[in-house]
């Protein structure tokens, strides 16, 4: 068996005590999701922002490590600020 990390063996354990249950209407339930990420995915506005070099470098690297492009990892962060997901720290 991998080497499981610290999140995936937290999933492991909540597995294992039980604390997992069936989702009820799942196809009805997946429909919805389906039409929630479609919504949300939705990119219909163009906007131009200016930042600093130095910024666009350190999000273009974080973004390479999370694998992800970098114009889809700020638009992410941005959604996740606005849903209230993403705090400042401190």
Do not use: C
């Not at 610290?6 to 294992?16: G, P």
């Not at 479609?38 to 600093?52: G, V, W, Y």
Request: no cysteine; charged share 35%; proline share 2%.
């Amino acid at each position: 068996m991998a080497k499981l990390d610290k999140k995936e063996k937290a999933i492991l354990k909540s597995y294992e005590k039980g604390e997992w249950r069936s989702v009820r209407n799942l196809k009805s339930k997946l429909k919805d999701y389906k039409m929630y990420a479609r919504a949300t995915l939705k990119k219909d506005k163009r906007i131009n922002i200016r930042i600093p070099s130095q910024d666009l470098e350190g999000i273009q690297r974080i973004a390479i490590e999370e694998g992800l492009p970098y114009q889809t990892f700020i638009t992410s962060i941005l959604h996740k600020y606005v849903t209230g997901r993403l705090r400042k720290a401190g």
